[in-house]
C-alpha cells in the first residue's frame, strides 16, 4: 500500500470514528463537563482555570486531528482520481 492509498484508508477511519455514535455521544459528554466544570469554578481560582482550559484544547484538538486525517484523505483521493484520468495532452492526442 502506498502512501496515498493509505491516506485515503486511514480517512476512512477516522471518518467512520467521528460517526460512530458512541464517539459522537462521548464527545457531547465531554463537552458538557467541560463547560458545566467552567460554569461552577470561581473567577478567582486560577489554576483551576487553567486546567479546564487544557482539557477543553486538547478535546479540541483530538477531533481536529481527526477532521484533518479525513481532509488529507479527500486530498489523497482526488490526486489518485486525477493520476487515473488523462491529461488535456493525452485527451488531443489520443495517447
Known sequence: MDKTEAKISRARRAGELLADPLIVEAQKHIE???????????????????????M??????????????????KLAKYELDAQAKPNIIDRIFNR
Open 32 to 54: 458538557d463537563e467541560l463547560y458545566r466544570l467552567f460554569c461552577e469554578t470561581a473567577p478567582t481560582d486560577t489554576q483551576a482555570l487553567v486546567e479546564i482550559k487544557g
Open 56 to 73: 477543553q484544547y486538547m478535546h479540541v484538538k483530538y477531533l481536529a486531528f481527526l477532521r484533518a486525517a479525513v481532509t488529507d484523505g
